[in-house]
């Protein structure tokens, strides 16, 4: 009779992101901060095989055209259409393949799709301000989507928020999500923005401001902008806790 081999799977967690490195919990001037950050200290728990394995969530689900905001109703959504490109790396500059990409955004007139939403902006029949994707080999993604709009907030007086698209990324499991947002060059509400303001360090602020990229802008179609993603290591974009 064959002998019972034990076989033990050695667990090995994702690497956590540096103290410091990302927007902190707490940011007075970012006003919602103040009811959402923890009281106390962050309990750390151990990474298992459940959580770094898996599920995979989304994946599957992805369709053919869901990287084109554009093309997802009769007409044409109102606004400048633009390309959202980029690459998902690691701290070694190696690609991430197949990571889900989302993107949420609001439309032209600084409007979301939202049930909750209170900025009496337009709504836009053509517009529904999200899409997804995959990366591929190169660890590269693509959107076409409409240039969103500055809108108002209550966070203080005469508040609005830089023209933004959210990001979320999605690796081989749940705790390998990260959220982010792209901010356009040149915006004048920088400086006046809590929620950009929140990150400690001017540089890792300017990674995330995308960079208008001409070779890929398309003549009498569509002007393109370059937004690369780092997930870890000094030159890391900074991610929402």
Known sequence: ???????????????????????????????????????????????????????????????EKDNDLTSQHAGEPIGERIIVHGR???????????????????????RYRHIKEQHPAPLDPNFSGAGRTLTDERGAYRFITIKPGSYPWLNHYNAWRPEHIHFSVFGMAFLTRLVTQMYFPGDPLFTYDPIFQSIPDEKAR??????F???????????????????????????ES
Do not use: C
């Not at 923890?38 to 689900?61: C, D, Y």
């Not at 500059?93 to 993107?103: C, D, Q």
């Not at 070779?215 to 902008?225: F, L, S, V």
């Open 1 to 63: 009779m064959d002998s019972e081999v034990s076989t033990r799977v050695s667990v090995k967690g994702y690497i956590r992101l540096p103290k410091g490195s990302q927007p902190p919990s707490l940011y007075e001037p970012y006003r919602a901060t103040i009811k959402r950050a923890p009281l106390k200290p962050l309990i750390i728990l151990p990474h298992t095989l459940s959580e770094i394995t898996g599920p995979i969530f989304g994946h599957e689900k992805v369709r």
């Open 88 to 110: 998902v790396l690691d701290s070694n500059g190696r690609p991430i393949p197949n990571a889900l990409i989302e993107i949420w955004q609001a439309n032209s007139a600084g």
């Open 206 to 211: 300017q990674r995330l401001i995308s960079k």
């Open 213 to 239: 990229d001409l070779e890929n802008t398309q003549p009498d179609w569509a002007r393109a902008y370059k937004f690369d993603i780092v997930l870890r290591g000094p030159e890391a974009t900074p991610f």
